[in-house]
């Protein structure tokens, strides 16, 4: 990437930045502007797996010099695609520098802050605001309008709420205690969201970008291929797989899209898949990825931080909706491959799923040690930084042993490697001894054939992780807006107020408010602060109705996530547009029938927590907790089964709109919790799969 950053200057690249996870295009921009782009990216990259790997600085400081990045990056990254002229891009490039020194500041100054808290100097004030212009602006030029609109309402009420009518007014705060709070403590610009940016989004954004580096894509992608390829509608079941599996690296929802889904919805169109419902599968697929464990999205990190709980406790409690999830789109496209005829994949066109596996075993265990640390208890950070160095030290073994001629010698290398670690790790496993077998292995590969494309492949991973963090975290950063006013004028309980009042009349009615909530809120703008804005309102009263509190705020987390599939904006449709050459409002309704599921799960879970392994379940006393457990994940199964059903119009033959209706009407049954619900809707949905089975041809469904 270096050498095309570096290469002869050429013609701005025409980039719409309406839409905040469209993010930019290959490279870093034109001549050497991409170049210093490259390298700061680098250097960003770098003071992060300083921070992650030692941690000696204070945690306000780690957090401004984080967001200081963040706008310089945004700013000349955004200058080198779209200005004009080399002014243009000097000009961009000055004011990111301008938000880099106000990140400086909290270092410079850190001491002389902690002293004067409370009572600002007026060139704390003018940093304060020139902070504040930047992260708003900067945000609009990188996702568009909708946020900053939507902070900047908030910010207004901050500064005039004491002029509305009771009960929305407030006691009204001076412009010095807003921007101190908003630009100097740890409950505005620098709170949670941005701590959480600062250290597992950016670890965990690196170490995906590492294991697609290392291959991770290609194995997905043969694996789901030589597993699902030859079954009925396979290349979709394949979206769905392969999606899901990017899903526990990624975190990201359009990342898939854009990566898998060049592969995968074109696949599914040939075979036969109308272009919408294709792009929706791979839309609904992809959206998935937030709610996988055990990387998930960020707002999971931000979820355990706002808890108060370890990480591997939001991961448990998101495995079985997550599974669920995936299993809905799985059958929805099992079923309109039957409704339509569509047949796999020929053996010719298909790798062995096994043969991936024996070949390309090892980057599996970066993964698989990741996952061992969180349910042990390691913190996210130290799991990460433990799982991105084991996918360097893959990275760089393999390139080593590549040209060796005879496979014992790499055996005794790896062994060897083995070896050596355990040795300086018998105290423990610590950071400077892993991070010395690290460097070491970089000096090797430097001297070997082929050495040097790997380090070059390990410097991208740096650029492009840092690349990659900017719209997640400057998305952090504008949403401590709503954060800092709502924990100093307090409005957050006006809302909460009317949810317990809705709720203490019906839970149902609390609960559609909510999804309603997340669903408007999160139109146009990203997951994070749908999230954060619903779980402040909404989240608490739920958990006073006697909903779980992990259940209340992934209920909101649910939500947000529906909105990216959900017209009129749809961000993981218009992402999967281009891709498909379909209209993204097609797209949108077609992800929704897909992701109907999705739509329900987090009411079944509030309903019946065992199915998020939370305790407070009502058939516990009956049942036992594990007897619950599989109680829930059955009804849901079946629930999901008969949405299907309902969605597509198809089991073993067409249903007709009677059919429907019974189907819908033993699904609401088993999500219900009348007397005999989950009798009515096992006894119907029974009924009519026998039906079915007898309606079905005698002969198999010729493709059309």
């Known amino acids: 990437m270096l050498e095309k950053a570096e290469g002869t200057e050429a013609a701005p690249i025409k980039v719409e930045f309406d839409n905040f996870e469209h993010g930019f295009p290959e490279g870093f921009g034109p001549g050497w502007w991409g170049a210093l782009a490259y390298w700061i990216g680098i250097a960003f990259a770098s003071f992060q797996l300083y921070v992650a790997a030692f941690n000696y600085l204070p945690s306000q400081v780690v957090r401004g010099v984080h967001v200081g990045f963040l706008i310089l990056l945004t700013f000349g990254l955004i200058a080198n695609f779209t200005a004009k002229s080399n002014a243009g891009r000097a000009l961009g490039w000055m004011i990111g520098g301008a938000g880099f020194l106000c990140g400086l500041y909290q270092w410079i100054f850190y001491a002389d802050l902690i002293a004067r808290d409370g009572d600002p100097t007026r060139l704390d004030l003018m940093v304060g605001t020139l902070l504040a212009v930047l992260i708003f ?8 309008a909708a946020l900053p609109l939507m902070c900047g309402a908030c910010l207004v009420y901050w500064f005039f709420g004491q002029y509305l009518p009771s009960p929305l007014n407030h006691r009204g705060y001076d412009f010095d205690q807003i921007v101190t709070h908003l630009s100097f403590g740890t409950e505005g610009f620098y709170g949670v969201p941005i701590y959480v940016s600062a250290t597992y989004i950016f670890l965990f954004i690196l170490f995906g970008s590492f294991l ?8 997905f992608t043969d694996v789901s291929l030589g597993l699902f390829g030859r079954t009925r509608g396979g290349p979709a079941k394949v979206a769905v797989f392969a999606s899901g599996m990017m899903g526990t690296i990624s975190g ?6 854009v990566t898998v889904g060049q592969f995968t919805i074109p696949l599914m169109i040939r075979f036969g898949y109308r272009r919408a419902f294709a792009a929706g599968v791979e839309a609904t697929a992809s959206m998935g990825g937030q709610i996988m464990p055990p990387v998930m999205g960020a707002v999971a990190f931000i979820m355990a931080e706002t808890l108060g709980v370890q990480y591997s406790e939001i991961v448990k409690a998101a495995a079985i909706p997550a599974m669920l999830y995936f299993a809905s789109a799985f059958w929805m496209v099992h079923l309109e491959a039957g409704k ?8 010719s066109e298909i790798p062995s799923a096994w043969k991936a596996l024996v070949t390309r075993w090892y980057l599996v265990l970066p993964l698989a040690a990741l996952i061992y640390m969180l349910f042990e208890g390691f913190t996210p950070l130290y799991a990460g930084s433990m799982g991105l160095a084991l996918t360097v030290a893959l990275i760089l073994g393999t390139s080593i042993t590549a040209g060796a001629s005879a496979t014992i010698i790499r055996y005794i290398f790896w062994i060897g490697l083995a070896l050596v670690v355990a040795a300086l790790s018998r105290d423990g496993l610590k950071i400077v001894p892993v991070a010395s077998v690290v460097v070491g292995l970089i000096v090797i590969t430097a001297f070997v054939r082929g050495g040097f494309a790997a380090l070059r492949g390990c410097r991208d991973a740096l650029a492009e992780s840092a690349k990659s963090a900017i719209t997640v975290g400057m998305a952090c950063a504008i949403v401590g807006v709503i954060i800092g006013m709502m924990s100093q004028t307090g409005v957050g309980t006006i809302f909460g107020g009317w949810v317990i009042g809705l709720g203490e009349k019906s839970l149902f009615l609390a609960l559609i408010m909510t999804m309603l909530l997340s669903i408007l809120l999160g139109t146009g703008i990203p997951t994070i602060p749908t999230y954060i804005i619903t779980a402040a309102l909404a989240a608490p009263a739920l958990a006073k109705l006697g909903v779980p509190l992990i259940a209340s705020h992934m209920f909101a987390f649910y939500y947000g996530i529906m909105a990216d599939l959900s017209p009129p904006v749809a961000l993981a449709a218009l992402a999967a547009a281009p891709i498909a050459k379909e209209n ?10 897909i992701a109907l599921a999705g739509y329900v799960i987090p009411f079944i879970f509030v309903y019946s927590p065992a199915l998020m392994l939370q305790a407070g379940d009502p058939m516990a006393a009956k049942l036992g907790f594990y007897g619950a457990v599989a109680l829930a994940a059955l009804k849901a199964l079946v629930a999901i089964g008969l949405f299907g059903m309902v969605a597509i119009g198809f089991l073993f033959t067409r249903l007709s709109l009677i059919e429907r209706l ?6 609401f049954c088993l999500l219900g919790e009348f007397a005999f619900s989950d009798t009515a809707g096992f006894v119907l949905a029974a009924a009519l799969v026998l039906w079915q089975w007898r309606q079905r041809p005698s002969a198999p469904v010729e493709a059309a």
């Open 137 to 144: 602006e900067g945000t609009r030029r990188l996702m568009g």
């Open 212 to 219: 697609e580096r290392a291959g991770m894509i290609q194995l």
């Open 252 to 257: 990201s929802g359009v990342a898939n899209v």
């Open 340 to 347: 339509h005829g569509l047949t796999g994949m020929k053996r």
């Open 584 to 593: 993204p409002d097609k797209i949108g309704w077609e992800a929704m029938r």
């Open 662 to 667: 019974v189907a819908l009407g033993a699904a």
